[in-house]
């Protein structure tokens, strides 16, 4: 008796439930279209504010890309459209899932990072297939085009390395040790060799140790400065490398030309101390403005911005010029 | 192979047992098994001392010092913890978490704050933290019976997962700073983050304490380690008392004009009569306190094959020295340097030869025909003495190299001397032993103390000369410090014998009564207790911490206790050997930018050193035991 | 009629639904061997676990001094002077042998902080304690895992004896020992039994254990096959008790019969025989 009274009990409970599922509510979208004709692929025009762009990301949420989503939510807010935010925490496959969600719900356009290019790139064909305007950001500067993206917002390393070389010849240092605090990482190392390409003396390019041991990085770079006499700048291709090299370079006895990469509370604090002289900012939170921009204007009036080559957003440098200014900034969170 | 006899057969006095064959106390201290980690540190120091002009100086000192401190009082702890028999995966990220607690539990409020604690109260709660830790795990070993290392890979993935959420929640952000603007700063970081900067601290008469010290502890650890080498004389025979008197004060005269003078002929002349003072004083103190030999049978053939072949490794390695450019930084094809290549070629191979010569003289053939051998490896040391004088490119490292070399020849020489002409210990003999015991802990005592003075101190001359600042942390004195104290609880306590106990085999254990599970309880706390001050001293010295901090760092604490002799599976080991252990890896760190190596290869070269090492340990233990 | 030191009435153990012991009355008298005899399998190892305080017995009674007691683990029945000696569990291999003999109850000197063991008196100690059982270990520094097995049970029995116990449980002390072994660790149960401890010895070969009990516990899968005094019962008789009889007669038959063939055989049983014989002789002693 008692186990057809929970049969029945159930079986109620399901009919309830099925009748109280809600029907799909449609919103239809108003507004003026226009064709475009002539191209392979017919684009419809959507103006005014019905626009959804997805921002699929390796995002973690953390310090960086926080700046970056705020950056997308300021220009949605200013020019009026949806921003659908969806971090992956660097899981390829759940980016993977959420491209192809946006591609279902009909998304006016995606932006992507590729971090993990051989697994998202299917999905971001599948986007362009289908017609969807795609803009990479922050990582991917070499499978953009490949895939169809319209541009690439970010910074190449090379570039910023570049950058960062220059800056030494102008404060006048005459050998560099490029830091850095992983192996094998092809950015990193990118880095280093745009620090090469322009800059006037030597450049020493080594291993110092991973963040997770901050007091070995410290004595590595100390010992690298005995070793090497003649080293009298580093560069280090991180923000805390940048600042365990105050540390080193006390040890080793003698002042040496300090610069980083990114931006953290501590090497602010040490550009305003005077402690380092400059650090490469990548401007993240153009990283996440521009894409929602470019997006509206292929959108609205199928404009396309780059002329092919990737839209860089740095190297931007902070040094002790703009330390105070930039500072409140970060503090707002939109640097 | 029954060693055990009826009653009615034995009727000596059951303290000296006549039927043991004779193992002396140096052959005991060798069979230690962190005597073989002792050799390969030792041997790692010397090496890239050669190599790189600053590793042998206190600059280079301070540094790899001050990365195996924070290794070292982990790897000692968890060289406790295997030899009670277990693992703990959990300790590096441990440190990170305790660390970035006390930051997160002091740091003001505020939007981004923390709980704003005073670090009276946070520092205190984050050791509670830690030890709880340590408690939940081996409570969850002892009643599920998992694998330690099971259970503690799970806390470590729950640690690091949890310092991430913890820093994302509170601060938004991956690191938490602001440990410097916390209530009570100061007075911890005194006790924490106190440093000690040695350009501050100058000693004047410092190279004459070191070389006091250091010459009263070679003559007594020489004269402690002849005491347990030979069989005492009964009478002592007084003329060879004078011949001993005779040579010592010709070695002081000469030691005191060289001190003196600097031209190059009184050098030689003065250095002469040392060398002539030390051996008519050895052959004096042998004729006054030692018995004579008697006739030796040979045992076994002379081997002359090695002694060839030691020869011919020993030219090798001098023709590989005097062939290959010094200065060269050509790399050679994709991993080392001419230059390095040069260094481990002539070192490599004057070891090998010099360990064959040594063999040689050890066993086989007549004594005199071991005497010979004996005077070839002297030969050979002062030969490569004048080698490394004139063709090693380490200034400082030469010169002393060069006065050790010697000084080992002349050594080996007299000693070589002595056992042709002296009977050799076959027993135990309670007074020349306990004589011996005492001089020569004293001597390396005295040589320790030399090494710490010369090292921790510095001159004006020196201060004007150089520009690094040389700074010693209070986590060096911990490190020291835990590693004692852990070394004398295993050796001398009851706790010491129940985690060698549990870690060989817990059942007996219980058996016999030694309370199991509260010492792995007890070992898991203490590991995580360790894991609490590394954190306070990462806290204090960098005011800021990153999540990750810390995370992986346990698989080096436990190479750092294998290397050292621990063994994986329990029971056996040493905590010192995990101290050692962990200063070879940090000199192999450091070494390799001092150096000038190509960093990508580091993992390399540490896999390579930490293979040596064990092999080294492993050999060691097989000759000393060999006699058995 | 004195108490005996250690008295079981009528123990039974299931494990579930497996009966492992059945019914089983034994006892042990200070100065006396009783020696539990069985094949594999006949319950021996629960026995032991009984009275070591491992296990807790189903029904019946477990009496110490003729009082009835509960064992919760194996440290209560070491406090009540009842020690084991399991077969490889005994002593911790990496540790030397004055460690192992003062294991869990080591000498201490000084005080507070300092307290550390008195390593002299230690090693004395169990240098004299061995040689007084007779055993003469040449270096009490060396590990115990250079010790032979026999003399690794030794070390484990002078250790129990030393401590004060009152019952001394073997558990196959001679299984994995040559001849000439078993027969110093048989020597080794008589100077115990000398010094008024009460030994219970559990084996599954009788020939060991005819020679030096004074009572015989036959167990045959979980039921006593008979409580018998020396004196009671001849070593065949034993033998067949163990083994369920027919059985092991025909097999006996088939193997003098193989004898009768074989000289090489013979010469081997006739050399048992003379070794079991000069063990009979000794246990008389």
Same mark, same amino acid.
């Given at each position: 008796?008692?186990?057809?009274r929970?049969?029945?009990m159930?079986?109620?409970?399901?009919?309830?439930?099925?009748?109280?599922?809600?029907?799909?509510?449609?919103?239809?979208?108003?507004? !003026?279209?226009?064709?475009? /004709?002539?191209?392979?692929?017919?684009?419809?025009?959507?103006?005014?504010?019905?626009?959804?762009?997805?921002?699929?990301?390796?995002?973690?949420?953390?310090?960086?890309?926080s700046?970056?989503?705020?950056?997308?939510?300021?220009?949605? !807010?200013?020019?009026?459209?949806?921003?659908?935010?969806?971090?992956?925490?660097?899981?390829?496959?759940?980016?993977?899932?959420?491209?192809?969600?946006?591609?279902?719900?009909?998304?006016?356009?995606l932006g992507?990072?590729?971090?993990?290019?051989?697994a998202?790139?299917?999905?971001?064909?599948k986007?362009?297939?289908?017609?969807?305007?795609?803009?990479?950001?922050n990582?991917?500067?070499?499978?953009?085009?490949?895939?169809?993206?319209?541009?690439?917002?970010?910074q190449?390393?090379?570039?910023?390395?570049?950058?960062?070389?220059?800056?030494?010849?102008?404060?006048?240092? #005459?050998k560099?040790?490029?830091?850095?605090?992983?192996?094998?990482?092809?950015?990193?190392?990118? =880095?280093?060799?745009?620090?090469a390409?322009?800059?006037?003396?030597?450049?020493?390019?080594?291993?110092?140790?991973?963040?997770?041991?901050?007091?070995?990085?410290?004595?590595?770079?100390?010992?690298?400065?005995?070793a090497d006499?003649d080293?009298?700048?580093?560069?280090?291709?991180?923000?805390?490398?940048?600042?365990?090299?105050?540390?080193?370079g006390?040890?080793?006895?003698r002042?040496?030309?300090?610069?980083?990469?990114d931006?953290?509370?501590?090497?602010?604090?040490?550009?305003?101390?005077?402690?380092?002289?400059?650090?490469?900012?990548?401007?993240?939170y153009?990283?996440?403005?521009?894409?929602?921009?470019?997006?509206?204007?292929? *959108?609205?009036?199928?404009?396309?911005?780059?002329g092919?080559?990737? +839209?860089l957003?740095g190297?931007?440098?902070?040094?002790?010029?703009?330390?105070?200014? &930039?500072?409140t900034?970060?503090?707002?969170?939109? =640097? | 192979? #029954?060693?055990?006899?009826?009653?009615?057969?034995?009727?000596s006095?059951?303290s000296?047992?006549?039927r043991?064959?004779?193992?002396?106390?140096?052959?005991?201290l060798?069979?230690?098994?962190?005597?073989?980690?002792?050799?390969?540190?030792?041997?790692?120091?010397?090496?890239?001392? !050669?190599?790189?002009?600053?590793?042998?100086?206190?600059?280079?000192?301070?540094?790899?010092?001050?990365?195996?401190?924070?290794?070292?009082?982990?790897?000692?702890?968890?060289?406790?913890?295997?030899?009670?028999?277990?693992?703990?995966l959990?300790a590096?990220?441990?440190?990170?978490?305790?660390?970035?607690?006390?930051v997160?539990?002091?740091?003001p409020q505020?939007?981004?704050?923390?709980?704003?604690?005073?670090l009276h109260?946070?520092?205190?709660?984050?050791?509670l933290?830690?030890l709880?830790?340590?408690?939940?795990?081996?409570?969850v070993?002892?009643?599920?019976?998992?694998?330690?290392?099971?259970?503690?890979?799970?806390?470590?993935?729950?640690?690091?997962?949890?310092?991430?959420?913890?820093? @994302?929640?509170?601060?938004d952000?991956?690191?938490?700073?602001?440990?410097?603007?916390?209530?009570?700063?100061e007075?911890? *970081?005194?006790?924490?983050?106190?440093?000690?900067? =040695?350009n501050?601290?100058?000693?004047a008469?410092?190279?004459?304490?070191? /070389?006091?010290?250091?010459?009263?502890?070679?003559?007594l650890?020489?004269?402690g380690?002849?005491?347990l080498?030979?069989?005492?004389?009964?009478?002592? =025979?007084?003329?060879?008392?004078?011949?001993?008197?005779?040579?010592?004060a010709?070695?002081?005269?000469?030691?005191?004009q060289? +001190?003196d003078?600097?031209?190059?002929?009184?050098?030689?002349?003065?250095?002469l009569?040392?060398?002539?003072?030390?051996?008519v004083?050895?052959?004096?103190?042998?004729?006054? @306190?030692?018995?004579?030999?008697?006739a030796?049978?040979?045992?076994?053939?002379?081997?002359?094959?090695?002694v060839?072949m030691?020869?011919v /490794?020993?030219?090798?390695?001098?023709?590989?020295?005097?062939?290959?450019?010094?200065?060269?930084?050509?790399?050679?094809g994709?991993l080392?340097?001419?230059?390095?290549l040069r260094?481990?070629?002539?070192?490599?191979?004057v070891?090998?030869?010099?360990?064959?010569?040594f063999?040689?003289?050890?066993?086989?053939?007549?004594?005199?025909?071991?005497?010979? %051998?004996?005077?070839?490896?002297?030969a050979?040391?002062?030969?490569?003495?004048?080698l490394?004088?004139?063709?090693?490119?380490?200034v400082?490292?030469?010169?002393?190299?060069?006065?050790?070399?010697?000084?080992?020849?002349?050594?080996n020489a007299g000693?070589?001397?002595?056992?042709?002409?002296?009977?050799?210990?076959?027993?135990?003999?309670?007074?020349?032993?306990?004589?011996?015991?005492?001089?020569?802990?004293?001597?390396?005592?005295?040589?320790?103390?030399?090494?710490?003075?010369r090292?921790?101190?510095?001159?004006?001359?020196?201060v004007?000369?150089?520009?690094?600042?040389?700074?010693?942390?209070?986590?060096?004195?911990?490190?020291?410090?835990?590693?004692?104290?852990?070394?004398?609880i295993?050796?001398?306590?009851?706790?010491?014998?129940?985690t060698?106990?549990?870690?060989g085999?817990?059942?007996?254990?219980?058996?016999?009564g030694?309370?199991a599970a509260?010492t792995?309880?007890?070992?898991f706390?203490?590991?995580?207790?360790?894991?609490w001050? &590394?954190?306070?001293?990462?806290?204090?010295?960098l005011?800021? %911490?990153?999540?990750?901090?810390?995370?992986? *760092?346990e698989?080096?604490?436990?190479?750092?206790?294998v290397?050292?002799g621990?063994?994986?599976?329990?029971?056996?080991?040493?905590?010192?050997?995990?101290?050692?252990?962990?200063?070879?890896?940090?000199?192999?760190?450091?070494?390799i930018?001092f150096?000038?190596?190509n960093?990508?290869?580091?993992?390399?070269f540490?896999?390579?050193?930490?293979?040596?090492?064990?092999?080294?340990?492993r050999?060691?233990r097989?000759?000393?035991?060999?006699?058995? | 009629?004195?108490?005996?030191?250690l008295e079981?009435?009528n123990?039974?153990?299931?494990?579930?639904?497996?009966?492992?012991?059945?019914?089983?009355?034994?006892? +042990?008298?200070?100065?006396?061997?009783?020696?539990?005899?069985?094949?594999?399998?006949?319950?021996?190892?629960?026995?032991?676990?009984?009275?070591?305080?491992?296990?807790?017995?189903?029904e019946?009674?477990?009496?110490?001094?003729?009082?009835? %007691?509960?064992?919760?683990?194996?440290?209560d029945?070491?406090?009540?002077?009842?020690?084991?000696?399991?077969?490889d569990?005994a002593?911790?291999?990496?540790?030397?042998?004055?460690? *192992?003999f003062?294991?869990?109850?080591?000498?201490?000197k000084?005080?507070?902080?300092?307290r550390?063991?008195?390593?002299?008196?230690?090693?004395?100690?169990?240098?004299?304690e061995?040689?007084?059982?007779?055993?003469?270990?040449r270096?009490?520094?060396?590990?115990v895992?250079?010790?032979?097995?026999?003399?690794?049970?030794?070390?484990?029995?002078?250790?129990a004896?030393?401590?004060?116990?009152?019952?001394?449980?073997l558990?196959?002390?001679?299984?994995?020992l040559?001849?000439?072994?078993?027969g110093?660790?048989?020597?080794?149960i008589?100077?115990?039994?000398?010094?008024?401890?009460?030994?219970?010895?559990?084996?599954?070969?009788?020939?060991?254990?005819?020679?030096?009990g004074?009572?015989f516990l036959?167990?045959?899968?979980?039921?006593s096959?008979?409580?018998?005094?020396?004196?009671?019962v001849?070593?065949?008789?034993l033998?067949?008790l163990?083994?369920?009889?027919?059985?092991?007669?025909?097999?006996?038959?088939?193997?003098e019969?193989?004898?009768?063939k074989?000289? /090489?055989?013979?010469?081997?049983?006739?050399?048992?025989?003379?070794?079991?014989?000069?063990?009979?002789?000794?246990?008389?002693?």
């Open positions: 008796m008692k186990r057809y929970l049969m029945g159930v079986l109620a409970l399901l009919l309830i439930a099925s009748a109280c599922t809600s029907d799909d509510t449609t919103t239809t979208a108003a507004g !003026a279209t226009t064709t475009a /004709a002539g191209a392979s692929t017919t684009v419809t025009l959507v103006q005014g504010s019905d626009l959804t762009f997805h921002m699929v990301t390796h995002s973690d949420d953390g310090v960086f890309w700046v970056v989503k705020k950056g997308s939510e300021d220009a949605a !807010a200013a020019l009026g459209v949806t921003m659908v935010w969806n971090p992956s925490v660097n899981d390829p496959e759940k980016q993977v899932q959420d491209i192809e969600a946006a591609i279902a719900a009909g998304s006016n356009g992507v990072s590729l971090a993990s290019p051989e998202v790139a299917p999905a971001v064909q986007a362009t297939d289908a017609g969807i305007p795609v803009v990479t950001l990582s991917g500067v070499n499978q953009y085009k490949g895939l169809g993206a319209l541009t690439h917002v970010g190449t390393e090379i570039v910023a390395g570049e950058g960062a070389g220059e800056r030494f010849s102008a404060l006048g240092a #005459t560099v040790l490029c830091a850095r605090q992983e192996q094998s990482n092809i950015g990193l190392e990118e =880095r280093c060799t745009g620090l390409n322009t800059f006037g003396g030597e450049v020493v390019s080594e291993f110092i140790g991973l963040d997770v041991n901050p007091d070995e990085q410290e004595a590595t770079i100390a010992a690298l400065l005995q006499t080293i009298d700048a580093v560069l280090g291709t991180g923000p805390n490398v940048a600042v365990r090299a105050i540390a080193a006390q040890a080793a006895g002042e040496i030309i300090i610069g980083g990469f931006i953290s509370t501590d090497i602010i604090g040490a550009i305003e101390a005077g402690e380092i002289a400059f650090t490469v900012d990548q401007q993240q153009v990283q996440g403005y521009l894409p929602i921009v470019l997006l509206w204007l292929f *959108n609205t009036n199928l404009n396309t911005v780059g092919g080559l990737p +839209v957003t190297p931007g440098f902070v040094d002790t010029n703009n330390v105070g200014q &930039v500072k900034l970060v503090e707002a969170g939109t =640097r | 192979m #029954t060693a055990v006899a009826t009653k009615d057969q034995s009727d006095d059951p000296v047992d006549e043991l064959v004779y193992r002396g106390p140096i052959q005991r060798l069979t230690r098994p962190d005597i073989g980690t002792l050799v390969g540190a030792v041997g790692l120091f010397l090496f890239f001392w !050669a190599v790189s002009d600053v590793f042998g100086i206190a600059a280079g000192t301070a540094n790899y010092l001050d990365v195996s401190a924070g290794l070292g009082i982990m790897a000692v702890v968890v060289s406790l913890l295997m030899i009670g028999g277990e693992f703990d959990s590096g990220a441990m440190t990170g978490a305790t660390a970035m607690l006390v997160l539990l002091s740091k505020g939007e981004f704050g923390g709980a704003g604690l005073s109260i946070a520092v205190p709660l984050s050791l933290f830690a709880g830790i340590g408690y939940f795990n081996a409570t070993v002892e009643r599920t019976g998992l694998p330690s290392f099971i259970v503690t890979l799970g806390s470590f993935f729950t640690l690091i997962g949890a310092k991430l959420g913890f820093a @994302k929640l509170f601060t952000k991956v690191i938490v700073e602001g440990l410097d603007v916390a209530a009570g700063y007075f911890w *970081n005194a006790f924490f983050g106190a440093t000690w900067i =040695r501050e601290h100058l000693f008469s410092r190279d004459l304490t070191f /070389a006091v010290l250091l010459i009263t502890g070679s003559v650890t020489l004269v380690l002849l005491e080498s030979f069989t005492p004389r009964r009478p002592t =025979r007084p003329a060879g008392l004078g011949v001993l008197v005779v040579g010592a010709a070695a002081a005269f000469g030691l005191r060289l +001190v003078t600097d031209t190059v002929a009184a050098n030689w002349t003065y250095g009569v040392v060398g002539a003072g030390v051996l004083g050895m052959a004096g103190l042998g004729a006054w @306190k030692y018995q004579p030999a008697t030796v049978s040979a045992r076994g053939g002379p081997n002359l094959g090695r060839a030691g020869l /490794a020993v030219a090798a390695g001098c023709l590989a020295a005097v062939r290959l450019d010094a200065s060269s930084t050509k790399v050679l994709f080392l340097t001419v230059q390095g260094a481990i070629l002539f070192v490599g191979l070891a090998v030869g010099l360990g064959m010569l063999g040689a003289a050890r066993r086989g053939g007549s004594s005199f025909f071991r005497f010979v %051998v004996s005077m070839i490896i002297s050979v040391l002062v030969g490569v003495a004048f490394v004088k004139g063709e090693s490119q380490a400082r490292f030469r010169s002393t190299a060069f006065a050790v070399l010697l000084l080992v020849a002349l050594v000693t070589a001397w002595l056992r042709l002409k002296h009977l050799p210990r076959n027993q135990a003999e309670p007074v020349a032993d306990r004589l011996g015991r005492v001089l020569s802990i004293g001597g390396l005592l005295s040589m320790f103390a030399a090494v710490a003075v090292l921790l101190f510095m001159t004006q001359a020196e004007d000369a150089t520009r690094a600042v040389i700074t010693y942390r209070i986590s060096i004195l911990f490190f020291l410090g835990s590693a004692v104290v852990a070394s004398w295993l050796a001398n306590t009851k706790f010491g014998s129940w060698f106990a549990v870690g085999n817990k059942l007996a254990a219980r058996a016999v030694v309370p509260r792995k309880r007890t070992l706390m203490t590991v995580s207790g360790a894991a001050l &590394v954190g306070m001293l990462l806290a204090f010295r005011n800021s %911490v990153q999540a990750n901090v810390g995370d992986g *760092n698989f080096l604490y436990i190479i750092a206790a290397v050292g621990n063994l994986l599976t329990g029971g056996y080991g040493s905590a010192a050997g995990g101290a050692i252990g962990a200063l070879l890896m940090a000199m192999s760190f450091q070494g930018p150096s000038r190596w960093s990508d290869w580091r993992f390399l540490l896999g390579v050193i930490l293979l040596l090492a064990v092999l080294a340990n050999y060691v097989s000759k000393a035991e060999e006699t058995r | 009629m004195t108490v005996p030191l079981l009435r123990v039974t153990k299931y494990y579930g639904n497996i009966l492992a012991l059945r019914d089983i009355t034994t006892s +042990v008298n200070a100065g006396e061997v009783t020696c539990v005899l069985g094949d594999n399998g006949a319950g021996k190892s629960t026995f032991i676990k009984i009275i070591a305080g491992a296990h807790q017995p189903s019946g009674q477990l009496l110490i001094d003729g009082e009835e %007691v509960l064992f919760d683990s194996p440290r029945a070491l406090n009540l002077g009842i020690a084991t000696v399991y077969q569990l002593v911790v291999p990496l540790m030397s042998v004055w460690r *192992n003062f294991l869990g109850s080591e000498p201490t000084s005080i507070g902080p300092f550390r063991i008195d390593k002299a008196t230690a090693s004395r100690v169990a240098k004299e061995l040689a007084k059982m007779g055993i003469d270990i270096d009490v520094e060396q590990s895992g250079t010790l032979s097995g026999g003399e690794r049970q030794s070390v484990a029995i002078a250790r004896v030393y401590f004060g116990a009152k019952v001394l449980i558990d196959e002390p001679t299984s994995a040559g001849v000439k072994q078993s110093v660790v048989l020597k080794y008589i100077e115990a039994r000398k010094r008024g401890l009460g030994v219970i010895f559990i084996t599954h070969n009788p020939n060991h254990a005819f020679p030096v004074d009572r036959i167990l045959n899968r979980g039921r096959m008979g409580d018998y005094r020396k004196g009671e001849n070593r065949d008789e033998i067949r163990m083994a369920g009889g027919a059985e092991l007669e025909a097999l006996t038959k088939e193997l019969s193989a004898a009768k074989d000289a /090489a055989l013979a010469a081997m049983a006739e050399e048992f025989a003379e070794e079991v014989g000069q063990l009979e002789e000794r246990a008389e002693h």
